[in-house]
């Protein structure tokens, strides 16, 4: 699961030594934004030695490079690729050759390092109009290594001309868009930062509209927001109790050769299955399931 994805700057080495205390589900390690023009190097040098020595608990290490229109992304990937990062993060994303362009680059890093091929994967964040409408030739521009796509809500709203809103009105539109091409191109989705760390009410409902659109998760700046985030992704003990119900029954049925069949008084057939077993296997993520499916 993706559903935390923590942002943490690589210019920090005491931040970065420590960040996977909060239990993020991932760590996005900034070489980016988050890092001074001038800083660049020192960020890359605490970086490295922080992914060679730190033990992270299982937490995801994702590496947030600097743009394609930059001097610094190939050292960036040399230096992730080098450290073992789990994945790379690829700035201002635009088109399905800025993916295969950051992939070639990891390619020739593995090699240099002798890092195992295909250990690197990537994912991209969205964050003009034509990364939004080239999203799925995106997000299938590297099936062996894309996990996702992320829409940057600051930059997105910036090219739409217009701002934050309650609700959320000005980024339907992109993520909607953005959502229907990784659901179609079998990758995750994640929605962008709320940056307004003193409205938690805010946050808390902006990650539920996230949830019912259908994003695997979110991008964050702060620990406090983590547990917001994982408790809304989590499933109800509801959800899990119909879940079990139908995956149970869905086993008993088609073992006789039944195909359609009640559950609760509902009709149930195989298009309801994986949409079970989902949320079985995020009860069980989560630590809410104790069943035995």
């Known amino acids: 699961m993706r559903r935390s994805m923590l942002f943490v700057s690589a210019q920090r080495p005491a931040l970065l030594k420590d960040a996977y205390v909060y239990k993020p589900d991932s760590l996005l390690l900034d070489l980016e934004d988050a890092v001074a023009e001038n800083q660049k190097d020192a960020a890359r040098f605490s970086l490295y030695h922080a992914l060679k020595t730190v033990d992270y608990r299982g937490v995801e290490r994702v590496v947030r490079i600097n743009g394609l229109d930059t001097p610094h992304w190939k050292e960036d990937i040399r230096v992730a690729v080098a450290g073992g990062a789990d994945a790379v993060r690829i700035s ?161 049925n088609s073992a006789l050769g039944i195909g359609v069949f009640t559950v609760d008084g509902k009709m149930i057939d195989i298009a309801f299955i994986p949409g079970a077993e989902r949320v079985i296997m995020m009860a069980k993520a989560s630590g809410l399931y104790r069943g035995d499916l």
């Open 92 to 252: 201002k994303c635009e088109k399905a050759d800025d993916v295969r362009t950051v992939v070639r680059h990891i390619e020739q890093a593995e090699e240099e390092f002798g890092a195992e091929r295909e250990q690197t994967l990537v994912m991209a964040a969205l964050e003009s109009p034509l990364g939004i409408l080239n999203a799925y030739e995106i997000c299938t521009a590297c099936p062996e290594r894309m996990i996702g796509v992320a829409i940057a809500g600051g930059d997105f709203r910036k090219s739409m001309q217009t701002r934050y809103y309650p609700g959320g009105l000005e980024m339907l539109g992109g993520r909607s868009n953005m959502l229907l091409a990784a659901r179609a191109a079998g990758v995750q989705c994640f929605d962008t930062v709320f940056t307004n760390l003193d409205d938690m009410e805010g946050f808390r409902a902006e990650v539920e509209q996230n949830k019912q659109m259908g994003f695997d998760g979110k991008s964050l700046i702060s620990p406090r927001q983590i547990a917001v985030v994982h408790e809304v992704f989590a499933p109800t003990q509801k959800e899990i109790l119909e879940a079990e119900k139908i995956v149970r029954a869905w086993r008993e």
